[in-house]
C-alpha cells in the first residue's frame, strides 16, 4: 500500500511536531550523539528559514517542533546567498537563474528538506562515533500539524516531559538534552524562539514594560515552565504524584490567564506522536475538508469524519485516522458534524 503524502502548511498558520527513532528502537543515542544533535540543529538553523519552538532527545528517539517561514515571505536572492554559503563550490547554484533562486527557497522552507539533511547529518556522526555501518533511523520521520497559539505550547510542554515520563530527571527542567534546559540557561544565542512559545502563552501584551531581552527570557522561562509542571503534575488521593506545581506557578498561570490541565500530558499522547493535525474544532474540521474528506456529504460525511476526528483534550481536536494509525477505541471521541462542507 502506497504510503499517504506528506501534508504541509505556512508557517503563519502552524508548526510541525517530528519525531525520528533509532533503529529497532535500540539505545543509540548516547551523550555524545544528543550532543551533536543539537550542534546539528544549530548548524541547520544557519541555513534554513526554521524556528525552533521545543527539543527532547532520548536514548532511542528525538521530538523537535520546528515552524518554518512561509516561502512568499522569503527573498530568492538572500536563500540562494544562504544556500552557496553553506555548500561547497560543487553543491552551490547559479544565483542568476531564476528557476534556482525559486529552489533555493522551496528547500529551506521545507520540513521534509530539513528532517533529511538533520537525520543524515546524525547518521554520518553515529557511524564516525561508533565506527559502525548502516542507517541510525528505524524509518522516515513522523510528523503532526500543530496550529499556532495554545496547541504548539500544549504540544511544546508535552516534548518537555518526555524526560520525566521516562524516569530520565526528577525535574524536566534539569533534562540537558532538552530546550527547557536551554530555556533555563538563559537561551543563549537566542536559539529557542520564545515568540512562538509567548503566542501561546499570551505574556506579551502584559509584559510590555519587559524590553530587556535576558528579562524577558526569564519571565517567559518561568511562566512556561509553570505550565509544563502543571501539565505534569498527576493528582494521587488527594496528593500530588511526581512533580508538583506549587501556589506561586499557579498564581503566574492565573496572571496571564492560562488554564492547563493537571497530569494531562504525564503519559504518552496518541495523538501529540502519532496524528496528522492538532487543532481547535474550526481548523481540524477545515484541515479535514481541505486534506482528508474524499467529497462525502451527508450520511457519509458524518460517518466518515467520526473515524477520523476526535478530541485531544479541553478546547482541542485532532486529525487520526483510527484504522491505519491503531488509535485505541477507548480513546476515540467523536467531534459533532454538520452535512456539507466544513467552514
Known sequence: ???????????????YHVVSRASQQDFLLDDHMK???IKKLKTLKTLFYVRPISFAVLDNHFHALLCFKDPEDIDPK???KRWNDYH?????LNANIQAYRE?????????SSFMKRLNVLMTNAYKRHTGKTGTLWQSRFH????????????????IELNSFRASMVKRPEDYEYSSLNYLKQGNRDGFIDIDLLEEGLGIASVSRDLTDEQAFTREIYKTYVAYVY????????GKEGGIVITGEMQERLKKYGIEGEKGSFLHRAWDFSKSIFVGNSENAERFYEDHINPGYTGKQ??????????????????????????LPEGQRRRLPSRDGPGP
Request: some cysteine.
Open 1 to 15: 500500500m502506497a504510503r499517504r503524502l506528506r501534508i504541509k502548511v505556512p508557517g503563519h498558520a502552524a508548526a
Open 103 to 111: 529552489y533555493a527557497v522551496q528547500q529551506l522552507t521545507d520540513v
Open 230 to 237: 502543571e501539565s505534569g503534575t498527576e493528582p494521587k488521593g
Open 301 to 326: 460525511r458524518q460517518h466518515h469524519i467520526a473515524q477520523w476526528l476526535h478530541a485531544s483534550g479541553k478546547n482541542l481536536w485532532s486529525i487520526f485516522s483510527v484504522f491505519h494509525q491503531g
Open 35 to 37: 550532543e551533536i544533535f
Open 143 to 158: 510528523s503532526t500539524i500543530f496550529e499556532r497559539g495554545l496547541p504548539v505550547l500544549q504540544c511544546a510542554a508535552y
Open 88 to 92: 561547497e563550490k560543487e553543491y552551490r
Open 78 to 80: 538572500e536563500a540562494i
